[in-house]
Nanobody, 127 residues
């Protein structure tokens, strides 16, 4: 089992920045792929970014490329999502996810591949 706890959400004006954190505990390890997803009201959950715990390979959605940066701190077992140049359309609940069986980064875009999920953190961007 892997437990995930997100933090860092809040209300920010358009153009501003936020940093989300996802603290992992339990059966963490180098095989994990950590992903960020988001879900806006009335919409399906969508992929944002992922990072492989071993090697630190990253992959991001086109909609956030150049604005969002995913990173990790091995010592703290924590993954971060630095969100810059935020837009109102970035408003959503952001979820952290993890799974040890994602072997190709592109496969990590699919939410069904992740076995472990955090509770989510709300991000609201005002115009």
């Amino acid at each position: 089992q892997v437990q995930l706890v997100e933090s860092g959400g809040g209300l920010v004006q358009a153009g501003g920045s936020l940093r989300l954190s996802c603290a992992a505990s339990g059966r963490t390890g180098s095989s994990l792929t950590m992903g960020w997803f988001r879900q806006a009201p009335g919409k399906e959950r969508e992929f944002v970014a992922l990072i492989s715990w071993s090697g630190g390979r990253t992959f991001s959605a086109d909609s956030v490329n150049g604005r969002f940066i995913i990173s990790k701190d091995d010592a703290k077992n924590t993954v971060y999502l630095q969100m810059n140049s935020l837009k109102p359309e970035d408003t959503a609940v952001y979820y952290c996810a993890a799974d040890p069986r994602i072997y190709v980064p592109q496969a990590g875009r699919d939410s069904y591949r992740y076995a472990y999920w955090g509770q989510g953190t709300q991000v609201t961007v005002s115009s």
